[in-house]
């Protein structure tokens, strides 16, 4: 099966508290690429990530980092002191190859709600 | 500069009646291009993909159908709707981040549909 896991459907922390979303996938493939995306309210879906399979490097850009685990696999992403304006849904993608063609499978997505 | 369009961004259509959303993309030739449904809680579900001119893939069976009359045009249609076919639909395409060098998908603003 080819398919991303985020078991929190929903977060609710404070405003400058650290949070961590999870993100769990599982391919057949042994080349593959994951994403994270964010869709505030206002719907559209923006995206903040991509990290392919070879790299396990840890990434932080600003208040983001991810922590990409092939062992567990695993793509957590962390918001450090968090804000209000994180505040929307992040949706976790996994990125696999059918008959030559990119197929994107997305995660149910976790609804984060940051409190002031 | 490439952009996606989608509209209707807001339809409101009662059960049996036919439906067309239509996706544009400007500045790109060739893309490969995807319809996603959102529907209330239940993450981003993947519902066609085409690499080209008639040429659809269709990944869940249902009430829909989608169709590719001109390379950056993506038509999503139903010829009687559902109460269940209610949700967000998104339409993307494969595009290229301007940041990074990755290929990502880049997603429309979304048309809502609510079915009664």
């Known amino acids: 099966a080819q398919k991303v896991t985020q078991a929190q459907t929903e977060i609710s922390v404070v405003e400058k508290e650290d949070v961590t979303l999870d993100c769990v996938y599982e391919?057949?493939?042994?080349?593959?690429?994951l994403f994270w995306y964010k869709q505030p309210p206002s719907g559209e879906l923006v995206f903040l990530i991509r990290?392919?399979?070879?790299?396990?490097q840890n990434e932080i850009s600003g208040r983001y980092s991810w922590n990409f685990q092939k062992s567990t696999s695993s793509f957590n992403f962390t918001i450090t002191a968090s804000q209000v304006v994180d505040s929307a849904v992040y949706f976790c993608?996994?990125?696999?190859?059918?008959?030559?063609?990119?197929?994107?499978?997305f995660g149910t997505g976790t609804r984060l709600k940051v409190l002031a | 500069s490439q952009t996606i369009h989608q509209w209707p961004a807001t339809l409101v259509q009662p059960v049996g009646s036919p439906l067309s959303l239509e996706c544009t993309v400007e500045?790109?030739?060739?893309?490969?291009l995807y319809w996603y449904r959102q529907a209330a809680g239940r993450g981003l579900q993947l519902l066609f993909y085409?690499?080209?001119?008639?040429?659809i893939s269709s990944e869940v069976p249902q009430n829909l159908s989608a169709s590719r009359p001109q390379d950056r045009q993506f038509i999503l249609s139903s010829k009687k709707l559902l109460l269940s076919d209610s949700g967000f639909y998104l339409c993307?395409?494969?595009?290229?981040?301007?940041?990074?060098?990755?290929?990502?998908?880049?997603f429309g603003a979304g048309s809502r549909l609510t079915v009664l």
């Open positions: 993307a395409w494969k595009d290229r981040d301007s940041l990074s060098g990755a290929n990502v998908l880049t």
């Open positions: 391919t057949r493939d042994t080349t593959y690429y």
């Open positions: 990290r392919n399979s070879f790299d396990e």
């Open positions: 993608a996994l990125r696999v190859t059918t008959s030559g063609t990119y197929k994107y499978i």
């Open positions: 500045g790109t030739s060739n893309p490969n």
């Open positions: 085409s690499v080209g001119i008639g040429q």
